[in-house]
């Protein structure tokens, strides 16, 4: 071989030799690029798929619940195992993730809206990063609306307002035309000023309507805390469709064994308007000038409010991120908000004992309120 082929071959290897090292320059940069971030050393070393597997509360808690221990699952959850699986299947057509089980990211979800822990006991007890935690949340709570708010609150219609109007009448003895109650719920978060409420913390308003079985058929989310009661109502989607008429509410009708005219109506406190289609109390409550029918009209009005004071506490006693402050955004709030509210309707709807006999306010064979057992663990009462 002469010099100039001892060259040309030379030069030739050094060239295949660069050729194959920028690609695997390249390669690395690419592996780089994709491979997630190791993270802080805490959740290197205890977040790893294996330990995951053994010491997560969704192994050592529920999966064995299951078969053992359905009262720890139904605390665990708030559902039972056959109402857990059918949202597992709902979910599917949503949500599609190789890293992390369906199971376990709607567990991850309901234990965080039940329990009302942060992101970070949560992804403490199930192994997970905060970060992760808190994504794995934030998407199965749009996702839980998506799949069950068509079902489970889609807006009566015309017949549906009629039915829950008998029912308010049935089951409360209430005027015939009573559709449902109004409320307004603060939902208390950590934020700035803009949200800082006259009760001197941060918070955004749940209005919400319910019918006479504590189901909510309309809400609207997402109003500040500082805003004024008359403020909140005006601006909202409800008082926007009551106004124009775009809920389909029943006509006028005469009242049983009568033949005045009443038109249909909802319930509401001192802090909504007296409209055609809103009924609340007469005023002077304290000053002791009230007649009597008026006396009689306030005492049956109070009993029908009893309802949506009695809904909110049920859904507070079931969704126990309600009971207590949210660190999280406003738009992350609102998501959980209807999260927890059509899960709320749905084990209504599926679950016998979900809203227990003795949970709600009921009465006794004199008449009289017996308080319900939502009452006893939260004070009383529920924010308004």
């Known amino acids: 071989m002469d010099t100039n082929q001892l060259i040309e071959t030379f030069g030739a290897a050094i060239a295949r030799f660069f050729l194959l090292r920028i690609k695997v320059l390249l390669k690395q940069r690419a592996d780089l690029r994709n491979r997630r971030p190791l993270g802080r050393l805490w959740t290197r070393m205890h977040n790893t798929f294996n330990k995951r597997q053994r010491h997560s509360w969704f192994t050592t808690i529920m999966r064995d619940s299951i078969e053992r221990d359905l009262e720890t699952f139904y605390k665990f959850t708030r559902m039972s195992p056959q109402a ?22 709607l567990a991850i979800t309901l234990f965080f809206l039940g329990k009302g ?68 719920y603060l939902v208390p978060r950590n934020s700035g000023s803009d949200i800082y409420n006259y009760k001197q913390f941060f918070s955004i308003v749940l209005m919400a309507v319910c019918d006479a079985k504590y189901r909510f058929t309309l809400i609207d989310v997402g109003a500040y805390g500082c805003e004024g009661d008359k403020q909140v109502y005006s601006t909202s989607e409800i008082s926007k469709s009551l106004e124009d008429g775009s809920l389909g509410l029943p006509g006028p009708a005469k009242l049983p064994f009568s033949s005045k005219v009443t038109p249909h109506f909802l319930v509401g406190d001192d802090a909504f308007p007296l409209k055609t289609f809103m009924m609340k109390p007469y005023p002077g409550r304290t000053t002791g000038l009230m007649n009597i029918e008026e006396r009689v009209f306030n005492y049956r ?55 227990g006999a003795n949970l709600a306010d009921h009465f006794g064979p004199d008449g009289k309120v017996i308080e319900g057992g939502w009452r006893k663990q939260t004070g009383g009462t529920v924010s308004g």
């Open 84 to 105: 857990f699986f059918y949202l597992v299947r709902k979910l599917n057509s949503v949500i599609k993730k190789k890293d992390t089980r369906l199971r376990e990211r």
């Open 117 to 184: 822990d942060s992101i970070k006991t949560v992804a403490w007890g199930l192994r997970i990063g905060c970060s992760t935690a808190q994504e794995i949340v934030l998407e199965t709570s749009k996702a839980l609306y998506q799949v069950l708010a068509q079902d489970h609150l889609e807006p009566p219609d015309t017949d549906e307002w009629t039915i829950c109007a008998y029912e308010f009448c049935q089951n409360l003895e209430f005027a015939k035309y009573c559709m449902g109650n109004i409320f307004r």
């Open 301 to 355: 009005l109070s009993r029908a409010r009893r309802v949506v004071e009695n809904a909110f506490g049920i859904l507070a006693n079931r969704w126990r991120i309600f009971r207590t402050t949210i660190n999280a955004s406003p738009e992350h709030v609102e998501h959980y908000t209807k999260a927890s509210i059509v899960l709320h309707n749905f084990l209504i709807d599926t679950d016998n004992e979900y809203c």
